[in-house]
């Protein structure tokens, strides 16, 4: 039988009610810039006796779908702008934007100037009103993407912790044989 069919109705409203909170905490955290929000939330639930573990896991969970989400989005933004640049202007450029790093607008403007010397300045100007208003939207996205990673890791931090606990809790209390207490 799964863990939700030994937890009943209720306590699977609540773990819904409290992964819904956790994620608009998340969601704060991502308007805010800090972490704040979600690392109290989460000290909260693990100050309770029982710590809720398997909220845990699954706002762990829920996290890590954000996470492939985010970086999937950031990529998408990077890669439409490179082929724009490449279809639209001729920039010939080895390898996309290195999704780690963000390109730097003005370099990019300058080698589309050289490799398009008919570029009007209106042409310009629009060019660089795309690339600021694209490259700070992935920027926006980089810095999501790392606030995720750290509260991912974090949660995930305190699941492993509070596994070990549980296991070593239960080898000292659970076992009735000569080898107990033999785990420190």
Known sequence: ?????VMGLASLAELNYFRLEAMDLFERCLTEGSG?????????QISKEPPRLELLREVGEDLYQRLLSLREYHYD????VWAALQQDFGLA????????QMPDATL????????NPDLTHEEAVLLQKMLDTSLEAAAQLQ???????????????????LNATIARRYWVNGRGDKYTGGVH
Request: proline share 2%; glycine share 8%.
């Open 1 to 5: 039988m799964d863990d939700y069919g």
């Open 36 to 44: 704040g929000a979600l690392e109290t939330f989460i000290e909260e």
């Open 77 to 80: 933004v990077l890669e439409r």
């Open 93 to 100: 450029m080895k390898e996309p934007f290195d999704h780690r």
């Open 108 to 115: 990019i403007l300058q080698q589309l100037q050289a490799a």
């Open 143 to 161: 810095h999501d993407v790392q606030m995720t990673e750290y509260l991912h890791g974090y949660i995930l931090d305190w699941v492993e912790g």
